[in-house]
């Protein structure tokens, strides 16, 4: 099966779950919360075997080292839990996740990203309190090193 039927499939399947109208457009289709910020960017390219799913973090702390905390809080795997931080063509901090469509049928695919919304919810206070300037720096980063051979 083409990623085009199955993309729509899984477009569907969660429109159901979610008693939603969604709809892909070039491969992307978007859900926004409450407060009209995004909830979830769901892309299922077309000539690609993988699903992503990004939301935008509105970090507006501008430290000088904000970037580099960021990309910090990428080793929190406490915090993040396999999801990571990237910076799109704007420079807008988002929250990012990827699986190959092969590891997703229908239902997983509605978990992953129901999963992914509350995780969203979830991290993006976590986020902007972790971007504040004077923050320590993440345990995970430890300055101990062991050598090896």
Avoid at 126 to 147: C, F, Q, V, Y
């Amino acid at each position: 099966m083409t990623a085009a039927p199955l993309a729509q499939r899984l477009i569907s399947a969660l429109a159901d779950h979610l008693h939603a109208d969604l709809q892909l457009e070039q491969g992307v289709c978007a859900l926004y919360d409450k407060h009209n910020r995004e909830a979830v960017v769901i892309e299922l390219p077309e000539h690609s075997d993988m699903a992503i799913l990004h939301c935008a973090i509105e970090v507006t702390v501008h430290a000088p080292d904000l970037h580099k905390r960021l990309l910090e809080l990428n080793f929190r795997l406490d915090l993040l839990g396999g999801s990571w931080l990237a910076l799109d063509d704007k420079a807008c901090v988002r929250l990012c996740a990827h699986s190959t469509l092969s590891a997703l049928d229908e239902t997983r695919f509605c978990h992953w990203v129901v999963g992914f919304v509350a995780q969203v919810n979830e991290v993006r206070p976590r986020i902007l309190d972790l971007a504040k300037p004077g923050e320590p720096r993440p345990a995970s980063l430890a300055m101990n090193r062991t050598r090896l051979g």
